[in-house]
């Protein structure tokens, strides 16, 4: 039977990606999302993955929208927390709302999305959780204090986590993505893609969202069940974790 996997912002960008590779590779796939019903409805039009529509900042949601999951597909074996949102500014001008909207998804969200699938992996005696952080989790990056915070958290989160999960078999896992090539960075102005982005990466190129889908495949499957608590950076070389 297969094994049951729930993308957060999953009809999107890297989510969609990785929603659209899970589905290959044999997994039964959901794909959560928070607002853009026209784009997630063109997602379930063009995979057949069914969407449901909750926001991850909101505990009570979660747990609604995951009820709904596993009503339909059954129980949840796979979790990739990837919704995002970003309200960037400069430390000075932000405002304590673009802070709090931030954290609330981009952190507080892995809580709300894991916790209400913790009790049956640990039931069950499998799981695998993947938290999509970011490189400006690990390095930090000039106007994005709320959302470098978040992303850093992130990290914590899965390592602390994942101690918890490992007698159980539940790995934790992060992944930081650099530079991906989702519609967000390709609308960047090409003149500061080739002057400013691009020498930034020693490979030379954007990431591909499938890369990072790729990545996730492995860290879900079986023969990854001994790697837990780490962090795969993905960034094509721009930043090396210390």
């Not at 959560?32 to 505990?59: C, L, M, R």
């Not at 909207?101 to 809580?111: A, K, M, P, Q, Y």
């Not at 978040?150 to 899965?158: C, I």
Request: net charge neutral; proline share 4%.
């Amino acid at each position: 039977m297969a094994r049951i996997a729930l993308i957060s912002g999953g009809t999107r960008g890297i989510g969609a990606a990785i929603s659209t590779a899970m589905k290959a590779a044999g997994y039964s796939v959901a794909a959560n999302f928070a607002g853009n019903t026209e784009k997630a409805a063109e997602f379930h039009a063009a995979t057949g993955i069914p969407v449901f529509q909750w926001d991850v900042s909101d505990y009570d949601a979660c747990v609604k929208g995951i009820f709904e999951v596993e009503a339909q597909l059954g129980p949840v074996d796979v979790l990739v927390n990837n919704a995002g949102i970003t309200r960037d500014g400069m430390f000075h001008k932000i405002t304590p709302q673009q802070w709090k909207e931030v954290i609330d998804t981009n952190l507080s969200g892995l809580f709300n999305m894991t916790h209400p699938v913790w009790p049956g992996m640990r039931e069950r005696g499998f799981g695998r959780i993947i938290n999509i952080s970011s490189i400006n989790g690990q390095r930090g990056q000039m106007g994005q204090v709320n959302y470098s915070a978040a992303k850093a958290g992130d990290l914590g989160f899965t390592k602390a986590l994942a101690q918890e999960g490992a007698s159980k078999n539940i790995t934790v896992n992060a992944i930081c993505p650099g530079y991906i090539g989702t519609d967000m960075v390709r609308a960047i102005p090409q003149k500061v893609m080739d002057e400013k982005i691009i020498p930034q990466i020693p490979v030379g190129r954007l990431g591909e969202p499938e890369e990072i889908a790729r990545c996730v495949l492995f860290l879900a499957s079986e023969e990854a069940g001994f790697i837990t608590g780490s962090t795969l950076s993905a960034n094509g070389g721009q930043y090396f974790a210390g």
